[in-house]
């Protein structure tokens, strides 16, 4: 396959500038018509009760409110202004919110991204890359604070590849992009990161004269940046936020979205790796030092962690879009901005068309691991220190019931996660008798299907009082004897 980056003044269409609004308009669309999906994952649930919290006390939490392990703990929430924003979304128009809301942020963060690339790369080229990177995304595409993140995570990095493209600093208003990215997603301090090599590519380019006023430069503009991103109501609390979650340990391994890329299976990763792979290899493609540092850390993100998949589709292509340009054809002209009053044209068609499909459309999380009607039942017994499974925390959360573990792992610290993880898997089953009896646990609720369900079967003073094919409740009850015999295998001695 060949993809080719020439371009003339003849081959410059008024049409091309527009590319990068269609792009956003037919992500948009996309998302919008599969809205459900963007509801897939239970931590939705409980980020939105999070800001409906800071929109009742119009503060932010600085302790847990929530679990009962941990009640009073100090935690902060660096996400609070997307739940603030989901919680409003939600309140305005239910579902349709959260799902409006986060389909127009990824749109946008497509549209600056195609627009990025169009900077550099011919029509076909680009949207390449646009596919690839949707599909990279596609799994992580949820309403989740990350995803409003998303337009300033491109933004920044292109600013900042910008200028090293350049051989100049940034301009300074860029840090207004990290001053608000601080105050939707922890993810920010990877942008502070990134301000590192995309310096050293710039000064290391630049004529030898000018390297010293460059870096005095780019050491400027990263102070300033760093004293933007303190700019949250956690002051650089934020900052070290981050420091807590990746000093998780052992705990980061067990998170599905925090393991490292399977590729037992072929799927979209393994496809656009190899593709890059080849193409590469088939055109004799050479990058500069420093770009191949880059690409390679962020190769390294996504094989290490699953969630950076997104990091390396939507940078990954920004970094290495110049370099290709130039070693494959003459950089094209470069397209003039769609106008406002298109764009603006565009902004209301979509909205219109969103206000029509309403009535066609209907959003709402997908229940069906959802333990719904154990909660209910839950409920009724009006107990108050319930062992749960992990991934029910966020149900029972928006639910109004104290989780004993949720989603936000860096309040429970790498040993309690750990040790909940043996307890519920039995890997260590003194775990489980050492959990229900230090937290004085008055029932269970985990998954039928959990080892720890099963055992709890088998012993006295543990009364199964509900069971459905998703989750199974068990009782502390004086007297109570096993409900299952366990298997006893008479063949054997």
Known sequence: MTLSVT????????SRALLPLWVGAGVYALLLISGNRLLNDPDTLWQITVGQWILDHRAVPEVDVYSFTMRGAPWISTQWLAQVGYAAAYRLAGWTGP?????????????????????????????????????LCLPHLLARPHVLAFPILVAWMAGLIDAADRKAAPPLALVLLIALWANLHGGFVFGLFFMAPAALDAVVNAEPPLRRALALRWMAFAALAVAASCCTPYGWNALLAAQKILSLGQALPLIVEWKAADFQGLGPFEICLLLAIGFALYHGLKLPPVRILMLLGLLHMALAQARAAEILALVGPL??????ARQLDPLPAAPAGARAALTSAVVLALGAGTLASLSVLT????????????VTELKKLNLTRVLNDYDFGGYLISTGIAPFIDGRTELYGETFFVDHNAASGLMEPDNLFRL???????????????AATKLLDHVD??????????????????????????PVDSGRN
């Open 7 to 14: 371009h003339t003044e003849a081959t410059i269409r008024p």
């Open 99 to 135: 799902v409006v809301l986060a389909a127009s942020a990824i749109a946008l963060a497509f549209a600056l991204f195609a627009r990025a690339l169009g900077r550099h790369l011919r029509d076909s080229t680009m949207l390449v890359f646009v596919v690839a990177a949707f599909l």
């Open 319 to 324: 970094v290495i879009a110049a370099p290709l």
């Open 363 to 374: 959003f709402a999380p997908n229940m069906r691991g959802t333990p719904v009607a154990a």
């Open 436 to 450: 229900l009896k230090d937290y004085d646990i008055e029932a269970t609720l985990l998954r039928t299907q959990s």
């Open 461 to 486: 003073g543990w009364q199964k009082v509900y069971a459905d094919d998703i989750a199974t409740i068990h009782l502390r009850k004086a007297g109570a004897r096993h409900t299952a015999e366990p």
